[in-house]
T-cell receptor, first 113, second 111 residues
Framework: GENVEQHPSTLSVQEGDSAVIKCTYS??????FPWYKQELGKRPQLIID?????GEKKDQRIAVTLNKTAKHFSLHITETQPEDSAVYFC????????????FGRGTSLIVHP | NAGVTQTPKFQVLKTGQSMTLQCAQD?????MYWYRQDPGMGLRLIYY???????DKGEVPNGYNVSRLNKREFSLRLESAAPSQTSVYFC??????????FGPGTRLTVL
């Protein structure tokens, strides 16, 4: 089955810095890669996703890049703000098939004012 | 739309007691999931239901049972609770394996 590794487990940055979280996956058939943000005490919610037919996607201060050859994808947050502090999860799945999503273990991002 | 709802929000059980966690979604999704979340372990899949009438084991199914009551509802049952089942439980739904929508979670403590 699919295996997703996520690094780092904890990331501490100063407000205004950039943050990068990386994930690798094992199954080359995976074609859908979402990122979820979970604030303290809340439910995970989708913030951005990318499908295998594109290499990069941006939404304001967040972007995701995908390298299918190397089987890794990354979340980039620019100009971080204290409200970006949360746990971020990556996931991989085969969209439209029988593969269930596999999640990374999460990255706790702390943005210091 | 309420999205995904879960009951109860909090529960304290004694070892050996049983309980059922309820989940419902109003997005007409075919797939529903139950996860547990423990510190440092991410989201681990307990059971899932790819469509009404089917259920399958996930990564950590031992000690749990599920019922897909209809397309909207997917319940998780602990027959004899153990302290190792102390966790936060999330229900989620999706269309096939697309974006997952999570419920608010149930915080369960087993004494």
């Amino acid at each position: 089955g699919e295996n997703v590794e996520q690094h780092p487990s904890t990331l501490s940055v100063q407000e205004g810095d950039s943050a990068v979280i990386k994930c690798t996956y094992s199954d080359s058939a995976s074609n859908y890669f979402p990122w979820y943000k979970q604030e303290l005490g809340k439910r995970p919610q989708l913030i951005i996703d990318i499908r295998s037919n594109v290499g990069e996607k941006k939404d304001q201060r967040i972007a995701v890049t995908l390298n299918k050859t190397a089987k890794h994808f990354s979340l980039h947050i620019t100009e971080t703000q204290p409200e970006d502090s949360a746990v971020y999860f990556c996931a991989a799945s085969y969209q439209g098939g029988s593969y269930i999503p596999t999640f990374g273990r999460g990255t706790s991002l702390i943005v210091h004012p | 739309n309420a999205g995904v709802t879960q009951t109860p929000k909090f529960q304290v059980l004694k070892t050996g007691q049983s309980m059922t966690l309820q989940c419902a979604q109003d997005m007409n999704h075919n797939s529903m999931y139950w996860y547990r979340q423990d510190p440092g372990m991410g989201l681990r899949l307990i059971y899932y239901s790819a469509s009404e009438g089917t259920t399958d084991k996930g990564e950590v199914p031992n000690g749990y049972n599920v019922s897909r009551l209809n397309k909207r509802e997917f319940s998780l049952r602990l027959e004899s609770a153990a302290p190792s089942q102390t966790s936060v439980y999330f229900c989620a739904s999706s269309e096939l394996t697309d974006t997952q929508y999570f419920g608010p979670g149930t915080r369960l403590t087993v004494l």
